[in-house]
């Protein structure tokens, strides 16, 4: 299995940045690819980056694209989405996840960081 742990959560004014971490451990050497979700209070959870564990390929939801950057550093594992610019909507729990080779799904999440944007 595969164990996530997110970082870089706090709280930051509109129009900041903050960046999030989300180092893997255990299996990573079938690591497919790893994402970033967020949920906020009353809403469902919301598709927010994600990035090939071979090739970096990265895909950005729209309402991030132009704002928000995931990267990655192969060799610590870890996953990394700079966020500036931010808005008040940007409040969330932003969940850290990972999908491994065999299944290519998100099988593997994190326990979340706060990120409050304040106006």
């Known amino acids: 299995q595969v164990q996530l742990v997110e970082s870089g959560g706090g709280l930051v004014q509109a129009g900041g940045s903050l960046r999030l971490s989300c180092a893997a451990s255990?299996?990573?050497?079938?690591?497919?690819?790893m994402g970033w979700f967020r949920q906020a209070p009353g809403k469902a959870r919301e598709f927010v980056a994600s990035i090939g564990w071979s090739g970096g390929d990265t895909f950005h939801a729209d309402s991030v694209k132009g704002r928000f950057t995931i990267s990655r550093d192969s060799a610590k594992n870890t996953v990394y989405l700079q966020m500036n610019s931010l808005k008040p909507e940007d409040t969330a729990v932003y969940l850290c996840?990972?999908?491994?080779?065999?299944?290519?799904?998100?099988?593997?999440w994190g326990q979340g960081t706060q990120v409050t944007v304040s106006s």
């Open positions: 996840a990972a999908s491994v080779l065999a299944t290519r799904q998100y099988d593997y």
């Open positions: 255990g299996r990573t050497f079938s690591l497919y690819g």
